[in-house]
């Protein structure tokens, strides 16, 4: 398959596999009777972004929360740094993290950004910036106010600091929790639909701080439906479809001559 | 009409006033710890004390706090073991502490039903953030949860505090002279029903809406993010130390 030449040779060419900033092996996830998960693998090197895309249920956006363990799935391998996420068998027989103390340390280096922004309601916008840096990371107080300050600078809304997120509008609320993921200094950064909830003339201001990010050489998982975004931001696409990798390959190639009938029929949707 | 009347009852009342406060005061305190082990065996997972947050809740909620004050005064006192016990007879055989211990019992269960709504009414978005962030359960539930879920809990709540300090009454059944007592036993010396139990009436009216002023309050503390935001050129605020 010519889709995951880039991928396989990507691999290939880096000799420390283990060295993946993340890697997910054969996760399968289901939720009663529908397998959401058939199987999903995925590898990110520092600096990758990749564009996760399907259509609504094919599973992308259970996909990410696997990978943070906000959803438990029923089998694979999450590594974080080439460290393995522990799983064990709970009583009920699923699968249930191992040490929960490793699980919360992997995710503080995994922020995520959420598609309803979930910033904290009863705290300011600086207050919710510093929260986890200070009790999870235990970092001191000021520090993590001054960096604190300086994010909300570089996403444009520093004047809003000390707002409590329902008086800001949507676009402001993403700028904020993405700023919010930042000042955990995380590793790699989840992004679950960021502006599918955003009115449309708020989404350019979402992306723009997104491909700033890229830019400066983050790695990023994004689950997305902004076409533009995963072709011309994106350094790998990976196409789900009914909860398997169709397809996964760079963006500029599979936009141009798409691999499989179905990635070909998803853009021809959207071009429409 | 008879004005002298009127004011020596309300004040004899209102002398009675401190008593009444501290059986509301630490009726509620306890009520309030009492709640909290209740909610959290509730919400904690575990069967056992899932059942017994229950059966709890079913039967303080379910009988009369009366039928409950009698039970404790006069019904224990009946077991031998109980007034022959170091521990429990000098508590069991003062209707003080009777009282206080049937109302602890009794708004513990309403309270811990409040809890409980509460809780699960905290946005799972909002929880979800904090697992996203790493936050291990007890910073979650300090920073997050519990804030979310008191600011969600307070209306219910108080009326639950208006309710027991309407309860304390029923302490005069039980031969406590708080307010209700007082105006009782005036009410046998002069024969005048109307008179007395209005004055009593309105001292409790006047607690009920001071109480009532104070949570209204403490929501408003609470709950900076659901009024009108800040003018752009409001002073700054100081992130508080406490966070």
């Not at chain 1, 191992?98 to 300011?124: G, K």
């Not at chain 1, 570089?154 to 993405?178: C, D, K, L, T």
């Not at chain 2, 406060?21 to 009492?34: M, S, T």
């Not at chain 2, 979800?128 to 219910?156: D, H, N, Q, S, W």
Request: glycine share 6%.
């Amino acid at each position: 398959m010519p889709a995951n030449l880039s991928a396989a040779s990507k691999a290939a060419s880096s000799p420390d596999d283990d060295k993946a900033a993340i890697s997910v092996k054969d996760m399968r996830k289901c939720f009663g009777d529908h397998e959401v998960l058939k199987g999903i693998s995925l590898e990110a090197h520092k600096g990758d972004v990749i564009s996760i895309l399907g259509s609504s249920g094919s599973g992308k956006s259970t996909f990410l929360r696997c990978i943070n363990l906000l959803e438990i799935p029923d089998s694979g391998e999450v590594r974080v740094d080439g460290e393995l996420i522990r799983m064990k068998q709970g009583r009920d027989g699923r699968q249930m993290p191992a040490d929960m103390r490793q699980v919360e340390r992997m995710r503080a280096n995994l922020a995520m950004v959420f598609q309803s922004f979930n910033l904290w309601s009863h705290m300011t916008v600086l207050e919710n910036l510093v929260a986890a840096p200070t009790h999870v990371l235990k970092r001191p107080r000021a520090e993590c106010l001054e960096q604190a300050e300086a994010l909300l600078k570089r996403v444009g809304i520093w004047e809003r600091r000390n707002y409590y997120p329902p008086h800001m509008s949507g676009g402001q609320q993403q700028r904020a929790a993405i700023a919010r993921a930042l000042a955990m200094n995380p590793k790699v950064m989840l992004f679950d639909e960021p502006t599918s909830a955003l009115d449309p003339e708020l989404v350019g201001e979402v992306l723009r701080v997104m491909r700033s990010l890229a830019e400066e050489g983050r790695t990023m998982l994004v689950v997305t439906h902004e076409m533009g975004f995963a072709r011309d931001v994106s350094s790998q696409v990976m196409f789900l479809h009914k909860g398997e990798v169709d397809s996964l390959g760079e963006p500029k190639e599979m936009f141009a001559r798409p691999p499989t009938q179905q990635f070909k029929q998803f853009i021809a949707n959207f071009n429409k | 009409m008879d004005p002298n009347f009127y004011l020596s009852t309300i004040w004899s009342v209102l002398k009675a006033l401190p008593l009444t406060l501290e059986i509301w005061f630490f009726g509620v305190a306890i009520g309030l710890v009492l709640a909290s082990g209740l909610t959290w065996m509730r919400a904690s997972g575990y069967r056992l004390g899932e059942l017994f947050a229950r059966a709890y809740v079913f039967v303080f909620r379910g009988s009369p706090l009366l039928v409950q004050l009698y039970l404790i005064y006069f019904g224990l006192s009946q077991f031998d073991f109980v007034r022959h016990s170091p521990i429990l007879w000098p508590i069991l055989r003062d209707p003080m502490y009777c009282t206080i211990l049937a109302m602890a019992l009794n708004t513990a269960a309403y309270s811990s039903e409040i809890f409980r709504g509460a809780l699960r009414a905290v946005p799972v978005g909002q929880i979800e953030a904090a697992k996203a962030f790493g936050m291990p359960m007890f910073t979650r539930f300090r920073l997050v949860t519990l804030p979310i879920a008191l600011r969600l809990a307070l209306p219910a709540y108080s009326t639950e505090i208006i309710l027991m300090t309407k309860a304390t009454a029923l302490a005069s059944m039980v031969t406590i002279m708080e307010m209700m007592g007082t105006a009782q036993k005036i009410q046998h010396d002069t024969f005048r029903p109307i008179e007395v139990l209005t004055c009593a009436g309105v001292i409790y009216l006047l607690l009920n809406l001071s109480i009532a002023r104070l949570f209204a309050f403490v929501e408003y503390l609470l709950s900076p993010h659901l009024r009108p935001p800040p003018e752009q050129s409001q002073q700054i605020k100081p992130v508080p130390e406490v966070l």
